[in-house]
């Protein structure tokens, strides 16, 4: 690798110079980059020398932009035949908050430190904690398919991510906070509440969200057929997205069996009686009905239901009608629901799991929370629902641990 300068004059009789850096890259072909300054020529020399001897390393030449790395991302997503849900999410944070900020930027010039410096950007910006993390998963993954297409040779975002010490994780783990009951997780009684309020249509719905801990995607593709009421038990095997497509869980995991309650089997029983059977045809009238009913929350043509329906027609009147009113609301002009999502169900449904009493006993044990709920590991339930669980080492316990250490009688 070398540096020379060189120079040319142009049309109109002026002087220029220039310096440029020679190099062969790892597979023998001669590159150059031409630089303004003497000193950038030497520092991309001697950056470029420790790239072609680790065999990472691509000539501006070679590489593409974010944006077209954005589209092939695109591309690979809909090829490997994503849901449309997940699509629409890539294209959004591509086109909202990717592009609008490093998307003429070739993939070969971003570095852990400018990837850091587009992490600012964003939080400068407005872009919230949670949207700004995903936003940078996306960037992962987007640079994770210019890999493999041999456009760039390193990862910025996964290189970034291995820098970070623990103490930015535990910051990062402190910053969410943990799910307290009362605020996240609705309390017991708000619940009896919400279970002796719940009436027609909605009752059966929210009966089984509360001893079921599903998803709204798998509430509103649960088909009648993964229902066993003789054995009171619920298969999840389906979802349906906000577009009312059905599709596989949002995992290995997501498929499970779900023992339930009398109170839900009973509720069912008589909701199967009443509830809307699905058409042959969109425009089908009554007598083109199928006899026997499909899913078990559908519409009222017995399609799928719409998710923003059920909260806002469902679970925010609900629990205006059980008093489980937002504090900051109370009154007689204007009252507001307190739980905004039907996640607040689930996270219910978790620590009624974790803090039941059976036959004398403790709640379940953590790995069998993890497979009622679903999760993939069961670090992504400890993470969430850890604190919950009953803790052993009181004050009484550990006077008698002390006790039987140093041989004596506890007082």
């Known amino acids: 690798m070398s540096v020379r300068q060189r120079t040319w004059t ?4 002026d002087t220029r ?3 440029v850096a020679d190099y062969f890259d790892q597979a023998g072909k001669r590159r150059h980059k031409t630089f303004r300054l003497k000193k950038d020529a030497l520092t991309f020399v001697q950056k470029a020398s420790v790239e072609v001897r680790a065999g990472v390393h691509v000539a501006d030449s070679a590489s593409i932009t974010v944006a077209a790395a954005g589209e092939n991302w695109l591309g690979s997503g809909a090829a490997a035949g994503l849901e449309v849900t997940t699509m629409d999410q890539r294209r959004q ?11 003429s930027t070739l993939l070969s010039r971003l570095s852990v430190p400018a990837v850091r410096e587009f992490e600012d950007k964003l939080r400068a910006s407005g ?3 949670a949207m700004i993390k995903k936003v940078i998963g996306s960037l992962g993954s987007i640079f994770a398919d210019a890999q493999e297409r041999g456009h760039v040779m390193r990862n910025p975002v996964r290189d970034m991510r291995v820098r970070r010490s623990s103490v930015d994780r535990r910051a990062e783990k402190r910053s969410k906070g943990r799910l307290k009951v009362g605020v996240d997780i609705p309390a017991t009684h708000e619940v009896r509440a919400i279970v002796e309020a719940a009436q027609g249509r909605w009752r059966p719905f929210f009966v089984t969200a509360v001893f079921t801990g599903m998803r709204s995607s798998e509430l509103r593709g649960l088909r009648w057929q993964d229902v066993d009421l003789d054995r009171r038990e619920i298969k999840i095997h389906q979802r349906a997205d906000k577009y009312g497509c059905i599709g596989r869980p949002k995992s290995e995991a997501g498929e499970r069996t779900i023992p339930v309650p009398p109170m839900v089997i009973n509720v069912l029983r008589e ?8 058409r042959t045809c ?11 009913p499909y899913l078990v929350f559908p519409n009222g043509h017995g399609g799928v239901e719409n998710h923003a329906n059920i909260i806002n027609r469902g679970w925010h009147p609900l629990q ?8 900051q609301e109370v009154g007689l002009a204007d009252l507001r629901a307190k739980y905004t999502g039907l996640h607040s169900l689930r996270h219910f449904y978790a620590s009624w799991l974790i803090n039941r009493r059976e036959d004398g006993g403790l709640g379940l044990p953590a790995k069998l929370v993890q497979e009622r709920l679903g999760h993939s590991s069961i670090t992504m339930t400890m993470d969430t629902y850890g604190h919950l669980f009953p803790r052993e080492d009181d004050a009484d316990e550990l006077a008698a641990a002390e006790a039987l ?5 506890a007082t």
């Open 93 to 103: 944070h591509l086109k909202l908050h990717i592009n609008r900020f490093i998307g």
């Open 320 to 327: 205006v009608e059980a008093g489980v009113i937002a504090p």
């Open 405 to 409: 250490l140093l041989g004596k009688s």
């Open 271 to 278: 909701w199967r009686l009443a509830c809307p059977h699905r």
């Open 17 to 19: 110079s220039a310096w």
């Open 10 to 13: 142009t049309p109109t009789g």
């Open 282 to 292: 969109e425009n089908a009238t009554a007598s083109q009905y199928i006899k026997e």
């Open 127 to 129: 872009r919230s904690p």
